[in-house]
């Protein structure tokens, strides 16, 4: 299945400036899954979302199709054909 | 040329000067990061820059430069990295050694970590992490973390390493085991004043031509040890404050260190509000208060990494507050102008000639 990544401004250095990665992933894949594969392509924009411990970096936000993922199973979140995974460093910071 | 690396709370900013009266400067360099720790190794053909920078949404990483800052690099796997059960928080030391390709970071939470290609890949020190002391280490307020590294200039196999709250710990055989080094330095806040460990140290300090004569600012008390570390005695008599973060040597003169006070753990500031940096001519024995130039109502504080020398002759002095002026003298501390004004909050300065 193919999903849409959208990537926020900061990190598109770490993508060749693509705002938008489309990723092909096998069926019932994980938002985790998502992120392991684009480790692979990226690994320097995975380590701005994930830590060492593939934690999702606090302030960093994950939206699939719209709902924040730790309102859904985090990076266990199921994908589904076509879904929009969008990026968004959160409010933090002074 | 002098270059004056300045970290602060949300970038880098670099300046430089060939008078050390006229400086020039640039940044912020990987703005909206928190720089608390910088290397500056002016040995190599062209000099290279070590920059630990920590983004609060993107975290921590190391990046190097070999052209003053005009260009960086930073490879895509994580220069630092816990192999299993934490995750890096800051990274709070770049320390160089006799090596250029050896480099150390201390790190939070408490770690020590060792590169041997020049700070491109580090590796965790593992006698230091998996010491039955750590789970004992304490959080001050700044976070659990190994804040000083002090490699030996003469042999490799030795290492201090300091760290808020947990004390000073020393290797004899490059790591591998680790013994607690706190005799004589108090913990006022703990039952016992005196343990073996978990004393709140905020900078160790020693020359490079006296490597077992170190000196030290805790968290209330000031000390010197003359053996290594293997026991420490007060030299706060003289200052004003036993309180304070900053402790630096003079570049070319073993016994002269300098030092921020500030008047108390629940005081914050400089004495009467007045910035001064102290100077001790003797090892500790007499102090001295440096002030041409520095300004009174200067309400703000000198963070542990927050003042440095540089290698030239005179010796010039630095300095850089959490109110985002950074003052610099070119005569040992004699007199003072202000380099730089209105930055974020000032966390470490790094000096040297290129």
Redesign the interface.
Known sequence: MRVLVLIPG??RQTTGNQAKLEIDLPESATLGALLDHLATRY??LD???R???A?L?R??NFYVDGEECRRLSGSDTELTPNTEVQIL??V??G | MHLLAIGTRKGLWLATSEDRKSWSLSGPHHAMTEVYAIAIDARRDRPKLLVGTSSSHFGPTVVTSDDLGATWDEPDHAPIAFPEDASLERVWQLALTPDPEVVYAGTQPSALFRSEDGGRTFSLVEGLWKHPHREQWGAGFGGQAIHTVLPDPDDPQRLTVAMSTGGVYRTFDGGASWEASNTGIKAYFLPDPYPEFGQCVHKVSRHPSRPERLFLQNHHGVYRSDDSGETWTSIADGLPADFGFAMVNHPHKPDVIYNFPLAADGDRFPPEGKCAVYRSPDAGASWEALRNGLPDGFWTAVMRDAMCTDTATPAGVYFGSRSGEVYGSADEGESWQKIAEHLPDVVCVRAAEV
Do not use: I, M, N
């Open positions: 900061p990190l690994p320097l380590r701005r979302l830590d060492e411990r934690d970096r302030y960093v460093p959160s933090a910071g």
